[in-house]
């Protein structure tokens, strides 16, 4: 009983320290970790949240560019750094959801090294084809796929991303065997579809609009859950013929594991406002992206969910890293 009574002591001077430490936060500037190079999509969609960040806190949340290893670098440096709320990271699908399976051993744990502050956005994805396939939906696509075995070849910004894996979704979901083809990037991929030189991509919406609105390009359906606003008369995948399917690119923020839970609250509060301003959703939907606001807990058991779903697709398609 003594015993008993001196944990729940010990566990509610815990808490009452953290509260009480938790009321002069923040106090001094706050680093955000962007595990990739300026000026890409994740920079970009980042340094949006960063600003706003900086206004409603009143103190300077500053981008710390961290590139390295596919992201890896940026994410081993946020789960080793202190737990006071100072340190953040900027997070993305493959270093959290999609490496725990592709790589043998990772310098961190996704789940147990991380607090969940919020989903952010979405950069927004779509099954497009080239003009000369004949299929004009997603059930002609598969049946014209199921049809042509290995003939439908498929591109990518690279093993293991999240336009491979979309890919690899749909062909386990759909039965089909379309052959995936890595590009050293999107752009390159995007080139060799508007020649034709192969057939298909899952391709964001950022890029391949252009092409889809000048004809070089026909979109057939949404990869995410919902249609994406920028192109409503499109249907998910799921609603056109795959029912379940759902491939997102989504960012998150995080905190280091046994960051307080006020600070937590805290940040996800503020972080949830700064996704519902109409400026944001705005330069968001400029960028084919839409905001993604989340409890903490809804975080977590999503990222489980995304760790479990592309593990399956990873160890069907025997993909490995290292």
């Known amino acids: 009983m003594r015993k008993l009574v001196i944990f729940l002591v010990a566990g509610l001077i815990s808490v009452a320290g953290d509260y009480a430490w938790s009321q002069g936060y923040p106090s001094r500037p706050i680093r955000l970790i962007l595990p990739y190079a300026p ?18 806190l009143r103190q300077q949340v500053i981008v710390d560019n961290r590139p390295g290893a596919s992201g890896l670098l940026g994410h081993e440096l946020g789960a080793k750094a202190t737990p006071d709320g100072y340190t953040l990271l900027w997070c993305t699908i493959g270093p959290m959801a999609v490496n725990v399976s592709l790589y043998s051993k990772l310098p961190y744990d996704p789940v147990r090294d991380f607090e969940p502050i919020t989903l952010t956005a979405d950069s927004l994805q779509a099954l497009v084809v080239h003009p000369s396939i004949p299929a004009r939906n997603v059930n002609e696509f598969i049946a014209l796929a199921k049809a042509q075995p290995e003939k439908l070849n498929y591109g990518s910004s690279g093993n293991g991303g999240a336009l491979h894996l979309a890919g690899a979704l749909f062909n386990l979901m759909a039965g089909v065997n379309m052959v995936h083809v890595p590009y050293k ?13 192969i057939q298909v991509m899952f391709a964001t919406l950022i890029t391949s609009l252009p092409h889809i609105r000048a004809g070089r390009f026909r979109a057939l359906a949404v990869t995410t859950a919902k249609r994406a606003p920028m192109v409503p008369e499109l249907p998910t ?8 399917y ?16 006020p600070i937590v609250t805290q940040l996800n509060r503020e972080i949830v406002k700064i996704l519902n301003m109409k400026e944001v ?18 975080f977590r058991a999503y990222l489980k969910s995304e760790i479990q779903k592309w593990g399956k697709v990873i160890k069907n398609i025997g993909l490995k890293a290292g």
């Not at 995948?237 to 379940?244: K, Q, R, V």
């Not at 959703?281 to 809804?298: M, N």
């Open 281 to 298: 959703t705005s330069t968001y939907f400029d960028q084919g992206q839409v905001a993604l606001p989340v409890t903490p807990q809804e």
């Open 185 to 197: 990037g999107g752009a390159p991929a995007i080139v060799d579809l508007a020649g034709g030189h």
């Open 237 to 244: 995948i799921a609603e056109a013929g795959l029912p379940g």
């Open 39 to 56: 000026g890409g999509g994740s920079d970009t969609t980042a340094r949006i949240i960063a600003k706003h960040l900086t206004h409603s």
């Open 246 to 261: 759902a491939a997102s690119n989504w960012y998150g923020v995080v905190a280091p594991a046994r960051t307080p839970q």
